[in-house]
C-alpha cells in the first residue's frame, strides 16, 4: 500500500474568547472568525492535532523505505459556514509539547486541564513553558495575536527547518465550487522532524493572518472538522505516500489489449486483521480471447494489467474513497506472475468493510472495474 494513514495521538482547539478553556474531548475541531454582535469582538478559534512520533517513524523506515515520499495533513468537513470568496486555511509545526486535556466547549465549570489560547499544559501551569507566549521572542519560533482583542497566546510555531530551508507552512484556499476537506501537504515539516531538525509536537492549524481578527459583521467563517473524538468514519489522518511501482514481466504473460477484459482477485479472503499486509494478485484475462492452437485453455492464460492501472479502497457503507485513485501513489505493479498491489491494514481503521476498484486505460477506454472486490478489517 503506497497511501499508509496515520491517526492523531490527541487534538484541542485553541479559543481567543476562552483563554482558558480546554476542549480536548470535542468531537469536533475548528478554524473560525466571528465577530461579536454587541461589541463588536472577534472571536478567533485554532485547533492543534498531533501524531506519534514513533509510528511516524517506523512507517518512514520500515514501509517507505528508500522511496521518495510525500506527507499530507487530511481534515473532513463537518460545518462550513460564512466563506469569503476566496478563504485561506494555513498548518504550521508546534514549537511545544501540548496538553490534550477533558474538556468540552463551555463545560459549566470550565475545564482547563489542557492546552488553551494563553496555556500550553493546563490553566496556571509551571511546566516549562508554561504559556504560549513565552516561546514568541525564541530563536525560530512566533505566534500571532491581536492585543487589542485576545489575550497573548494562541499556539508558538516553527518558521523553518535547517533539514529543507524553506519556511514550513503549508496552505490551502477555498474558492467557490471548491471541497471544503483540507488536504494539506506537509512534506517538508514531516522531513524536518524525521531528520530531527525540529521537534516534533503536532501542527497547528488556522485561518491567513488578514482574515483573523477582523472586527466585520458581515464576516463570520466558520470552518469546522470532525476531531479524533468524532463518532464517525471521518477522523485526521496524516497520509505518508511513496511510489512503490514495479513493473517487472514475463515474457510468457502478455499485457491484456481488449476494453472487453476479465479481473478477478486472489489473496482476497475477505476478512483480515490490522497487523496484516496483504498482496492482492489480479487475474486477468480478456473475456473473448482470439483463437488459437493449443492445449491449454485460453479461459486460464494469465495476462498483465497495463502500465496506465491503479488500484482504489471505498468505504462499503458510504461510499467514500478512503484512498482514491492516485496516478502516482497507486499505481498497479506486476512481476513474474501477475499484476498486484500491497495494502498495510493497520493503514486503515478497523471493524469496518471496504471495497476496492480498479482503474486501467485500454485503447483510450478508461475501464473502472467493481465485481464485488470486498474485505473487512478486525481489530488485533
Not at 469582538?41 to 512520533?53: C, G, I, K, Q, T
Not at 468540552?104 to 494563553?118: C, E, F, M, V
Not at 466585520?216 to 466558520?222: G, L
Not at 511501482?245 to 482476497?268: G, H, K, Q, R
Request: net charge negative; glycine share 6%.
Amino acid at each position: 500500500m503506497a497511501v499508509y494513514k496515520l491517526f492523531p495521538t490527541k487534538d484541542t482547539t485553541l479559543y481567543s474568547l476562552f483563554p482558558n478553556m480546554n476542549t480536548g474531548l470535542d468531537e469536533i475541531v475548528e478554524a473560525t472568525t466571528m465577530t461579536l454582535q454587541q461589541t463588536p469582538v472577534p472571536n478567533v478559534s485554532r485547533f492543534l492535532v498531533d501524531f506519534s512520533n514513533t509510528e511516524i517513524t517506523n512507517t518512514i523506515n520500515n514501509k517507505v523505505g528508500d522511496n521518495l515520499w510525500q506527507a499530507n495533513l487530511r481534515l473532513f468537513t463537518a460545518e462550513v459556514t460564512g466563506l469569503d470568496l476566496d478563504t485561506t486555511v494555513k498548518v504550521h509545526p508546534l514549537a511545544a509539547n501540548w496538553g490534550m486535556g477533558t474538556g468540552k466547549y463551555l463545560d459549566n465549570p470550565a475545564t482547563d486541564n489542557g492546552a488553551s489560547w494563553i496555556w500550553v499544559q493546563y490553566s496556571g501551569s509551571t511546566q516549562t513553558p508554561t504559556r504560549w507566549s513565552t516561546l514568541f521572542n525564541t530563536s525560530n519560533i512566533t505566534g500571532s495575536y491581536n492585543s487589542s482583542y485576545a489575550y497573548a497566546g494562541g499556539g508558538a510555531w516553527y518558521l523553518t527547518g535547517s533539514d529543507s530551508g524553506v519556511i514550513l507552512s503549508s496552505s490551502q484556499t477555498f474558492s467557490y465550487g471548491d471541497t471544503l476537506d483540507l488536504d494539506l501537504n506537509v512534506t517538508d515539516i514531516v522531513h524536518n522532524w524525521y531528520s530531527g531538525s525540529i521537534t516534533q509536537h503536532g501542527f497547528i492549524v488556522k485561518q491567513s493572518a488578514s482574515q483573523e481578527f477582523v472586527a466585520n459583521n458581515n464576516f463570520q467563517t466558520e470552518l469546522k472538522y470532525f476531531s479524533v473524538d468524532t463518532h464517525t468514519i471521518y477522523p485526521p489522518c496524516l497520509e505518508i505516500k511513496w511510489d512503490d511501482f514495479v513493473y517487472s514481466t514475463s515474457s510468457t504473460i502478455a499485457e491484456v489489449s481488449t476494453p472487453a477484459v476479465f479481473v478477478s482477485l486472489d489473496e482476497n479472503p475477505g476478512l483480515f486483521y490490522s497487523e496484516s499486509i496483504n498482496r492482492f494478485r489480479i487475474n486477468c484475462r480478456p473475456k473473448y480471447p482470439a483463437r488459437t492452437f493449443q492445449t491449454a485453455s485460453l479461459y486460464t492464460t494469465q495476462h498483465y494489467l497495463p502500465t496506465a492501472s491503479y488500484w482504489a479502497i471505498q468505504d462499503l457503507e458510504t461510499n467514500e474513497y478512503i484512498v482514491d485513485f492516485d496516478t502516482t501513489y497507486t499505481k498497479i505493479s506486476s512481476d513474474t506472475t501477475s499484476s498486484y498491489f500491497d495494502v498495510y491494514m493497520d493503514g486503515l481503521q478497523p471493524e469496518r468493510n471496504y471495497k476496492i476498484l480498479i482503474q486501467t486505460t485500454i485503447q483510450n477506454s478508461t475501464l473502472v472495474l467493481d465485481d464485488n472486490y470486498y474485505f473487512k478489517v478486525r481489530k488485533g
